[in-house]
T-cell receptor
Framework: QKEVEQDPGPLSVPEGAIVSLNCTYS??????FMWYRQYSRKGPELLMY????GNKEDGRFTAQVDKSSKYISLFIRDSQPSDSATYLC??????????FGAGTTVTVRA | DGGITQSPKYLFRKEGQNVTLSCEQN?????MYWYRQDPGQGLRLIYY???????QKGDIAEGYSVSREKKESFPLTVTSAQKNPTAFYLC?????????????FGDGTRLSIL
């Protein structure tokens, strides 16, 4: 079993829809949770960074962490074609080592 | 503009050849990392360095080597001992090596076998 599981998709939604992405994990000791966005042939770009449980909102993006269920989510409201990318979740204990999901590919149709 | 520069963007390796991937950052970050990305898999850590002249193996260090002679530079050599080198290689850096400092990535080098 992988340490971090992420549905690879692909996920296709119409412009303006809410995109819902999620990851599950097995190590209950993870404390830091991240979401990265990766465009084709580019490096990952940090979108959201949260510590422990709870919600964090930044513009159209909301990250949720449910440590009791070992489940994290990213919601994108009012999705745009420019949101079409691969979204990677990542998490860490209390050091440098990140554990990544395999990524979910999202296409927002105009 | 501050950032991480990886070069070249594309690289081809012949059998038995060592190749070196460049990574330079002007963010004044202490910690630097090399990851490998394969289709359908998460990023896997090859090597990391928390400070100049010091580096540690990650999960998949076999067939790779690094150096950290300058704070801003962390080159990765893919040796002939790496039997499956075709992948997308990503360099990252963070202010320090602790988890409360997020990692930021360059735009990668795609390595292929001739």
């Amino acid at each position: 079993q992988k340490e971090v599981e992420q549905d690879p998709g692909p996920l296709s939604v119409p412009e303006g829809a809410i995109v819902s992405l999620n990851c599950t994990y097995s190590n209950s000791a993870f404390q830091y949770f991240m979401w990265y966005r990766q465009y084709s042939r580019k490096g990952p770009e940090l979108l959201m960074y949260t510590y422990s449980s709870g919600n964090k909102e930044d513009g159209r993006f909301t990250a949720q962490v449910d440590k009791s269920s070992k489940y994290i989510s990213l919601f994108i409201r009012d999705s745009q074609p420019s949101d079409s990318a691969t979204y990677l979740c990542a998490m860490s204990l209390n050091d440098y080592k990140l554990s990544f999901g395999a990524g979910t590919t999202v296409t927002v149709r105009a | 503009d501050g950032g991480i520069t990886q070069s070249p963007k594309y690289l081809f390796r012949k059998e038995g050849q060592n190749v070196t991937l460049s990574c330079e950052q002007n963010l004044n970050h202490d910690a630097m990392y090399w990851y490998r990305q394969d289709p359908g898999q998460g990023l896997r850590l090859i090597y990391y360095s928390q400070i100049v002249n010091d580096f540690q193996k990650g999960d998949i260090a076999e067939g790779y080597s690094v150096s950290r002679e300058k704070k801003e530079s962390f080159p990765l050599t893919v040796t002939s001992a790496q039997k499956n080198p075709t992948a997308f290689y990503l360099c990252a850096s963070s202010s320090t090596g602790s988890s409360n400092q997020p990692q930021h990535f360059g735009d990668g080098t795609r390595l292929s076998i001739l």
